[in-house]
């Protein structure tokens, strides 16, 4: 008995370094992931936004992995219950679908494409879009009559092209761009027309290109910019100002 006692807590103690190993080896692995995002930053605006993207990434794949280890263990230690299989490592959206949806600058930390959050000198919060000319948004909202989405705009690198050329998709599909001013922000907004299921609508803002402020010659400034978003929202179409 004192023999296995003591065998199972050599045991014990080995699991624990072994664990401590993978603990520090991990570490090891995202500070330098981290390090090499941040050295891959442009500029300074991106320098939190790459630590963020890297932190969030970890997270969810931690998140994951602890998802399926329960998957495995309830399945094989619950007597009587069976857990169905993992389709999908992880859903398509996990949010639901909202009647009208605001969403700040401030909170486009997990968007693509995107710079880092600035304000105004008034506090009002924005974000470039770039360098690439699309700015792809998932958003979270119920399609059961027809909506208008609005993407909210304090500056444009070039109007005359940017703006004016500047396409809308709704689920591949391609709207009719309208342009309109709430008396602070300029908007690009398009129908959303009506759809029955409750999957969240993929929002592609396509510009024909971004430009740097040195190519303008308007300071020192080479990010490839395009929009500076204060953000975006879906109303229904009656509530929406014509």
């Given at each position: 008995?004192?023999?296995?006692?003591?065998?199972d807590?050599?045991?014990?103690a080995?699991?624990?370094?072994?664990?401590?190993?993978?603990?520090?080896?991990?570490?090891?692995?995202?500070q330098?992931?981290?390090?090499?995002?941040?050295?891959?930053?442009?500029?300074?605006?991106d320098?939190?936004?790459?630590?963020?993207?890297v932190?969030?990434?970890?997270?969810?794949?931690?998140?994951?992995?602890?998802?399926?280890?329960?998957?495995?263990?309830?399945?094989?230690?619950?007597?009587?219950?069976?857990t169905?299989?993992?389709?999908q490592?992880?859903a398509?959206?996990?949010?639901?679908?909202?009647a009208?949806?605001d969403?700040?600058?401030e909170t486009?930390?997990?968007?693509?494409?995107?710079?880092?959050?600035?304000?105004?000198?008034?506090?009002?919060?924005?974000?470039?879009?770039?360098?690439?000319?699309?700015i792809?948004?998932d958003?979270?909202?119920?399609?059961?009559?027809e909506?208008v989405?609005?993407?909210g705009?304090?500056?444009?690198m070039?109007d005359?092209?940017?703006?004016?050329?500047?396409?809308?998709?709704?689920?591949?599909?391609?709207?009719?761009?309208e342009?309109?001013?709430?008396?602070?922000?300029?908007?690009?907004c398009?129908?959303?027309?009506?759809?029955?299921d409750?999957?969240a609508?993929?929002?592609?803002v396509?510009?024909?290109?971004?430009?740097s402020?040195?190519?303008?010659?308007?300071?020192?400034?080479?990010?490839k910019?395009?929009?500076?978003?204060?953000g975006?929202?879906v109303?229904?179409?009656?509530?929406?100002?014509?």
């Open positions: 008995m004192n023999s296995g006692k003591g065998g807590i050599e045991m014990l080995e699991d624990l370094r072994y664990f401590d190993a993978l603990v520090k080896d991990d570490a090891q692995s995202l330098a992931r981290i390090i090499e995002a941040v050295e891959a930053s442009p500029n300074p605006y320098h939190l936004k790459a630590v963020t993207g932190l969030v990434e970890n997270q969810a794949n931690l998140g994951a992995r602890i998802k399926v280890l329960e998957q495995v263990l309830l399945g094989k230690s619950w007597a009587g219950i069976d169905a299989e993992i389709s490592p992880v398509e959206h996990n949010y639901a679908p909202q009208q949806v969403v700040s600058a486009f930390g997990q968007c693509q494409n995107m710079y880092g959050v600035e304000h105004t000198p008034e506090g009002l919060a924005y974000s470039w879009t770039g360098p690439s000319p699309e792809v948004f958003v979270p909202v119920l399609r059961d009559v909506k989405f609005r993407l705009f304090i500056s444009a070039d005359d092209e940017l703006v004016k050329e500047a396409k809308i998709l709704v689920d591949g599909e391609t709207q009719q761009v342009m309109d001013f709430d008396g602070q922000t300029r908007g690009l398009c129908a959303l027309p009506v759809r029955k409750s999957r609508s993929r929002i592609e396509k510009l024909i290109r971004t430009l402020p040195a190519e303008l010659g308007k300071g020192d400034d080479k990010r910019l395009g929009l500076a978003i204060t975006y929202q109303a229904d179409l009656k509530s929406h100002p014509a």
